[in-house]
């Protein structure tokens, strides 16, 4: 019912694997549990889940075939299935394209790729609480927005396509 | 309300790969971002589809951010042959619930009715006094191709192609556009030199 795997060097070819534990569980693709789980360890669901899931230091990774409805507490999370739930991560959240999400995410950060299906609330505990108009590496002295852009107000009716 | 012709210069980084790829500093999410209150309870909620770039932006200042990916659901619908008003069913969120609404250009990918439904729940999920910031292409850009409006450096908008997502695109005229956001009140719009045309409304 469950692998328990050594983990390699090479398990961790994402940047959503920042845990280095030694071992990780997988739930296979043909395993249903109804109940919650708990330990320490990463944990790699394939199959299906309803649960609640504590793995508070370790990695929980929802498979491509996964299918969870879950309360999550884990260090970092990645989902490729489909989830529906609340995660609670101390770290990351990695979203990939094959994902279908519902819930809501509270983590100090997150990761979505292009093509991910989200119904989802955000919380970021690392928030600056300040609106700023940069994001990325520090703006290179560019003119401010409003000095530049817009020009001249024009009539709707001159515009107006 | 005045619509705002908005310069268009190229920035040193942009990439032009084709006619989808557009940059511009989009004025409509500077004034919505600015008449937001990110403290303590503000809420957005972004229908555009998954785009890490948005999500890491807003998530920085806003307390909760809610995404709730219209585009990926409507194209589903399409490819099923459902009914389209089976996607609304997804925005069941409590009336006055956000400050600020992100349509990007889902009303450009909807037809009259539907746009008139969509336009209804927003004005119950907008809190009284909140913004909706819509995109609406210009005549040139006929894709089918939904884009994602990335937000950058100093709001810097880089227009990236979503080919997973195609939908149908309904070119529409201002007032056209602005008739159909009723009961929203105008607020500003701005065009650009590559067609693309950004609106404001609120709820007054």
Redesign the interface.
């Known amino acids: 019912m469950f692998k328990k795997e050594k983990r390699t060097d090479n398990d961790f070819n994402s940047p959503a694997d920042p845990v280095m534990t030694s071992d990780k569980t997988i739930i296979g693709e043909q395993i249903t549990i109804e109940g919650a789980i708990r330990g320490k360890g990463d944990l790699v669901i394939e199959g299906s889940v309803k649960g609640r899931i504590e793995v508070e230091t370790h990695h929980l990774t929802v498979g491509p075939k996964g299918k969870v409805e879950s309360e999550i507490h884990a260090s970092d999370v990645t989902i490729s299935g489909k989830l529906i739930g609340n995660i609670n991560a101390k770290g990351k959240v990695v979203i990939t394209k094959e994902a279908d999400f519902n819930g809501e995410i509270k983590a100090r950060s997150i990761s979505v790729e292009d093509g991910a299906l989200l119904k989802a609330v955000i919380e970021l505990s690392n928030r600056s609480d300040k609106k700023g108009f940069t994001v990325g590496k520090p703006e290179e002295k560019a003119p401010p927005v409003t000095k530049k852009e817009p020009l001249a107000p024009t009539s709707e009716a001159s515009k107006g396509k | 309300?005045?619509?705002?012709?908005?310069?268009e210069?190229q920035h040193p980084n942009d990439v032009k790969s084709g006619p989808e790829a557009t940059e511009y500093?989009s004025?409509a999410l500077?004034l919505f971002?600015?008449s937001?209150d990110?403290?303590p309870k503000g809420q957005i909620l972004d229908l555009g589809?998954?785009?890490?770039?948005n999500?890491?932006?807003l998530?920085?200042?806003i307390?909760?951010?809610?995404?709730?990916?219209m585009f990926?659901?409507l194209v589903q619908c399409l490819h099923n042959k459902h009914p389209v008003h089976q996607i609304w069913r997804?925005l069941d969120y409590p009336p006055n619930s956000f400050d600020g609404i992100l349509l990007w250009e889902l009303a450009d990918r909807l037809d009259g009715q539907e746009v008139g439904t969509l336009v209804k729940l927003c004005y119950t999920m907008l809190k009284p006094g909140g913004l909706i910031t819509m995109i609406v292409s210009?005549?040139q850009r006929e894709s089918s191709v939904v884009n994602?409006f990335v937000?950058?450096?100093?709001?810097r908008v880089h227009v990236?192609p979503?080919s997973?997502l195609q939908l149908p695109l309904c070119g529409r005229?201002?007032?056209d556009v602005l008739d159909m956001m009723s009961p929203l009140t105008p607020v500003r719009s701005?065009?650009y030199r590559h067609g693309l045309r950004e609106f404001l409304f609120k709820r007054d």
């Open positions: 309300m005045n619509i705002y012709a908005a310069s210069h500093t004025n500077k971002i600015e937001i990110p403290q589809p998954a785009c890490h770039e999500i890491m932006y998530a920085q200042w307390p909760k951010l809610y995404i709730c990916d990926s659901r997804q210009g005549e994602s937000i950058g450096q100093n709001l990236r979503q997973h005229q201002n007032r701005f065009v």
